[in-house]
């Protein structure tokens, strides 16, 4: 072969292992047909998949499309303040193999959406009403954090540690978008305070450099599930 033809054979050699693995990057597999609305009946069968069946098209109707979940608050008495109320596949079956969901996070005065991540998806917050400290902590520990007001966005890559709070004496509430019809959401304090079983004692002391004792007591905080 040529000199002069190897860049053109790796750039195209290049592209062909971009288009091979951008379904790889996406936050849900892509969808096969128009629709696959998830059947939730099946799931009390034998099979099991990577998702949810697909209901039988005849049976498909508008409803399956359709959610009314996030026109009410959520109920924020409780000890952090926030509430979230999901619509993802979940809920609403016609989401399934469509690759989005969203959330509205409800927060009374001061209230927080703790430490959290979502392994399977980015984050897009829209702000409501209110006015919210956001950030979010990288792989190398560096945290980017900002104030955002009614009417802004932040986005939260894709399972990163991140947080909202409140920052103002009034109610506040947000509208949560992900890549993903079900991005999952694993919360720091639940992980490790209220695993069944347990973490170790020992280990959660040594982690965080404090006394076992102390680690009995932040887990009596938190009943396991």
Not at 147 to 163: D, I, N, S
Request: charged letters at 15%.
């Amino acid at each position: 072969m040529a000199p002069k033809q190897l860049p053109a054979v790796l750039l195209a050699a290049c592209a062909t292992l971009l288009a091979l693995a951008a379904p790889l990057l996406a936050g849900d597999p892509d969808m096969l047909q128009d629709v696959c609305v998830a059947d939730y009946k099946s799931l009390g069968g034998p099979l099991r998949l990577n998702g949810f069946p697909c209901k039988r098209p005849e049976n498909v109707t508008a409803d399956d499309f359709f959610s009314a979940a996030l026109a009410l608050p959520g109920n924020t008495g409780n000890p952090v303040g926030s509430a979230v109320t999901a619509a993802n596949v979940e809920k609403l079956p016609g989401l399934n193999t469509l690759g989005v969901s969203m959330s509205r996070v409800d927060y009374a005065p001061w209230g927080v959406n703790p430490p959290h991540t979502h392994p399977r998806a980015t984050e897009i917050i829209y702000v409501l009403e209110g006015s919210l400290d956001v950030g979010f902590v990288t792989t190398t520990g560096k945290l980017f954090a900002r104030t955002v007001c009614k009417g802004e966005l932040f986005a939260f890559p894709r399972g990163l540690v991140h947080y909202q709070k409140n920052n103002g004496g009034a109610p506040a509430a947000a509208i949560s978008a992900f890549n993903s019809q079900l991005p999952g959401t694993q919360s720091l304090a639940l992980a490790m305070f209220a695993a069944s079983p347990p973490v170790p004692t020992d280990v959660l002391a040594r982690a965080l450099q404090i006394d076992g004792g102390l680690v009995e007591a932040i887990k009596s905080k938190f009943p396991p599930k």
